[in-house]
């Protein structure tokens, strides 16, 4: 399987190297598997129980640029940034 693996991804192993490979790779899936053992329930009342309201900045409402404002240096059309394509 580590064989047919690493000719997958275009790697290159000696005998002894796949050994190794292959021992390192049950070893991370033997870790893995451990995940199986832990208790990942979700409990509202333990969520979040280190936020306190008291603790939060207050929310205060601040008067914003106007949009015309912002777009008087930007090469802009129909109110809104234009910036170069970069995905096909």
Known sequence: ??????ELGKLQFSEQELEKVA????DIINLMDTIKDIDVTYDALLDNKNVYLNDLRKDISEKSMDTQSI???ATHSNNCFV???IVE
């Open 83 to 85: 910036v170069p394509k």
């Open 23 to 26: 021992h390192e790779m049950t």
């Open 71 to 73: 777009l008087n240096n």
């Open 1 to 6: 399987m580590v064989s047919y693996l690493s």
